[in-house]
């Protein structure tokens, strides 16, 4: 067995390669145990190689992004520059497609020159005997060959997996001419069902009320627990911590308990944001692990032409829901053809769930909740006209979309959590330092008078669209990150409560669209170059004015 130490050969790196949703994501988290890896654990289809150390392998276990015939994509690029470092590799196929699978891989790749094993997924979805396509394999082309499930691996098959990429083997030189003449051209199994999103008319209406749901709920939910927290909250920690605080230094007190003090506003944005960050991240990944986001995406894909997207390049933009910086990264997997609207959209369109959070907040704190959907509403219709307005159509030869359905099935909990974990870790490891580290130089901005001096300064503007001067540090703050717009809730929302309906709409919608946050800019620097990155911010800043501009004569 496996557990036997002189059994094993010292192994390097062992990497899976396959074509997008066959399940190797899967594979690598029952073979890693649930462990997330030390590369880029981000929401969705993998963007970067997750890497992880396995001691009973005595080596790294690498999960590449999922290859796309004949894609330009940075992602493709990246899996295959995987190959030239990897000491074994594990193809992997999905068992109800085998053989046609196998031979695409053998085509799009270079000639495989390590030894290698092949793992069939989905073998639940074979009728019986469900072991055909991997008894095929290892008789035609002599190398390691197991059919598993790779969503619900119990011991025993993962000790099994572990003894076939012990036992990885070199193909034959002629393999696809070997695959040819030996595999029959029929797939083994049921392919994925046909269902509603696939019908021409129907499907991409369905598709996009789907879409609506799976944020509109969580939203909601998240809307009414923390409605329900924030008394709470100020009975319990706010108003104690200032007692407490009561006759201390002045500039502690500005800094933990003032109208930006951590205390203060940082529990309130905590509050106000995390529960639309747990319930967006979980809908996220019920929506993947189900495979229902590839049916949306595609049955989606002939109206985003129209813009400039393809249905791929949603899946970055339904991420930056999440995280904008993530779907940036994850933007790799998009067509060269559409990758720079894409990341317009996500720029301009792509509410994140802190700025979600932080203006649920600002519209409950002004008495006019009610606001948030016409808010969504039109961030998603201007959203789509600005990218059109700068980018055109698309081509329809360009960024091919996916020929094969995903299967729909009951997410695994264990997988859920899994994504969920990492998403919630990101926040409360990397946004709310950097909002607490925002809520103290407000703090000392504040006590300085360097805040109301910079109100002082862009108060002709503020004027010009009809807003207090004294809104301004909301204004400045969300160009740094998104739920920057929570210091407007300073001295517990009164100022906002005096504010007009329109005024608090044309407030939210000016510090979510006039720019994206900057490190969201600075993503799309590194990933695209400066140049780009000032260009598309200053399309982004002409098309929130000129909607701002129409908003004011509405006041």
Same mark, same amino acid.
């Not at 085998?98 to 030894?115: F, N, T």
């Given at each position: 067995m496996i557990a036997t130490a002189e059994y094993r050969a010292p192994v390097r790196s062992i990497v899976f390669i396959g074509l997008e949703n066959v399940g190797k994501s899967a594979l690598f988290r029952n073979l890693a145990r649930a462990r997330c890896g030390d590369e880029s654990n981000f929401r969705g289809s993998t963007v970067n190689c997750r890497r992880q150390w396995l001691d009973e392998l005595r080596g790294e276990l690498v999960d590449?992004?999922?290859?796309?015939?004949?894609?330009?994509?940075?992602?493709?690029?990246?899996?295959?520059?995987?190959l030239t470092a990897a000491d074994r590799l594990v193809l992997v196929v999905r068992?109800?497609?085998?053989?046609?699978?196998?031979?695409?891989?053998?085509?799009?790749?270079?000639?495989?020159?390590?030894?290698?094993?092949?793992?069939?997924?989905?073998?639940?979805?074979?009728?019986d005997p469900p072991d055909e396509p991997a008894h095929v394999c290892r008789r035609v082309l002599g190398v390691p060959c197991l059919s598993v499930n790779a969503r619900h691996l119990d011991e025993l098959t993962r000790q099994r997996l572990l003894e076939a990429i012990e036992r990885?083997?070199?193909?034959?030189?002629?393999?696809?001419?070997?695959?040819?003449?030996?595999?029959?051209?029929?797939?083994?199994?049921?392919?994925?069902?046909?269902?509603?999103?696939?019908?021409?008319?129907?499907?991409?209406?369905?598709?996009?009320?789907?879409?609506?749901?799976?944020?509109?709920?969580?939203?909601?939910?998240?809307?009414?627990?923390?409605?329900?927290?924030?008394?709470?909250?100020?009975?319990?920690?706010?108003?104690?911590s200032k007692a407490m605080l009561?006759?201390?230094?002045?500039?502690?007190?500005?800094?933990?308990?003032?109208?930006?003090?951590?205390?203060?506003?940082?529990?309130?944005?905590?509050?106000?944001?995390?529960?639309?960050?747990m319930l967006v991240s979980l809908s996220v990944a019920l929506c993947e692990e189900s495979g229902l986001k590839d049916r949306i995406t595609t049955a989606l894909d002939p109206w985003l032409r129209r813009i400039g997207l393809s249905g791929q390049d949603l899946i970055p933009v339904l991420t930056g829901f999440g995280c904008n910086v993530?779907?940036?990264?994850?933007?790799?997997?998009?067509?060269?053809?559409?990758?720079?609207?894409?990341?317009?959209?996500?720029?301009?369109?792509?509410?994140?769930?802190?700025?979600?959070?932080?203006?649920?907040?600002?519209?409950?704190?002004?008495?006019?909740?009610?606001?948030?959907?016409?808010? %969504?509403? *039109? =961030? +998603?219709?201007?959203?789509?006209?600005?990218?059109? &307005?700068?980018?055109?159509?698309?081509?329809? !030869?360009? @960024?091919?979309?996916?020929?094969?359905?995903?299967?729909?099935?009951?997410?695994?909990s264990r997988a859920v959590l899994w994504r969920?974990?990492?998403?919630?870790?990101?926040?409360?490891?990397?946004?709310?330092?950097?909002?607490?580290? %925002?809520? *103290? =130089? +407000?703090?000392?901005?504040?006590?300085?008078?360097? &805040?109301?001096?910079?109100?002082?300064?862009? !108060?002709? @503007?503020?004027?010009?669209?009809?807003?207090?001067?004294?809104?301004?540090?909301?204004?400045?703050?969300?160009?740094?990150?998104?739920?920057?717009?929570?210091?407007?809730?300073?001295?517990?929302?009164?100022?906002?409560?005096?504010?007009?309906?329109?005024q608090v709409f044309l407030l939210a919608w000016l510090a979510s669209t006039l720019s994206a946050c900057l490190v969201t800019l600075w993503a799309i620097g590194r990933e695209i170059g400066i140049r780009f990155a000032v260009t598309l911010a200053a399309r982004q800043a002409a098309s929130s004015l000129a909607v701002a501009t129409v908003l004011t004569s509405m006041l």
């Open positions: 590449t992004p999922g290859i796309r015939v004949r894609s330009d994509s940075e992602t493709t690029r990246l899996a295959l520059a995987q068992a109800t497609d085998a053989w046609r699978e196998l031979q695409i891989l053998l085509s799009a790749l270079p000639p495989l020159q390590q030894p290698l094993c092949i793992l069939c997924t989905f073998a639940d979805k074979l009728p990885s083997a070199c193909l034959p030189l002629n393999a696809r001419q070997l695959l040819e003449e030996a595999c029959p051209a029929q797939a083994c199994g049921a392919p994925p069902a046909t269902t509603p999103f696939e019908h021409r008319l129907a499907g991409p209406v369905l598709a996009l009320a789907c879409l609506g749901l799976l944020f509109a709920v969580p939203v909601y939910l998240a809307f009414q627990l923390s409605d329900w927290l924030q008394p709470w909250l100020d009975l319990g920690l706010i108003q104690p009561e006759g201390s230094p002045e500039l502690l007190q500005h800094l933990l308990v003032g109208s930006y003090g951590v205390f203060s506003l940082g529990w309130y944005s905590f509050v106000w944001a995390f529960p639309v960050v993530v779907a940036v990264f994850q933007s790799r997997g998009c067509s060269a053809c559409s990758r720079r609207a894409c990341l317009g959209a996500i720029a301009f369109g792509s509410a994140c769930s802190y700025q979600i959070g932080a203006t649920l907040s600002l519209f409950n704190a002004s008495g006019h909740p009610a606001l948030f959907l016409p808010y %969504i509403m *039109l =961030l +998603a219709v201007v959203a789509a006209l600005h990218t059109r &307005l700068w980018n055109g159509r698309l081509e329809p !030869a360009a @960024a091919t979309p996916l020929s094969e359905r995903a299967f729909l099935q009951i997410p695994s969920l974990r990492s998403s919630v870790r990101q926040f409360l490891w990397q946004a709310m330092p950097i909002f607490l580290a %925002i809520c *103290l =130089l +407000a703090s000392l901005l504040d006590w300085l008078d360097l &805040l109301g001096w910079l109100s002082r300064l862009i !108060a002709p @503007a503020m004027q010009a669209l009809r807003l207090p001067a004294e809104m301004a540090p909301g204004l400045i703050f969300s160009l740094l990150r998104k739920d920057g717009l929570l210091v407007l809730n300073f001295d517990d929302g009164q100022p906002l409560a005096l504010l007009s309906p329109g």
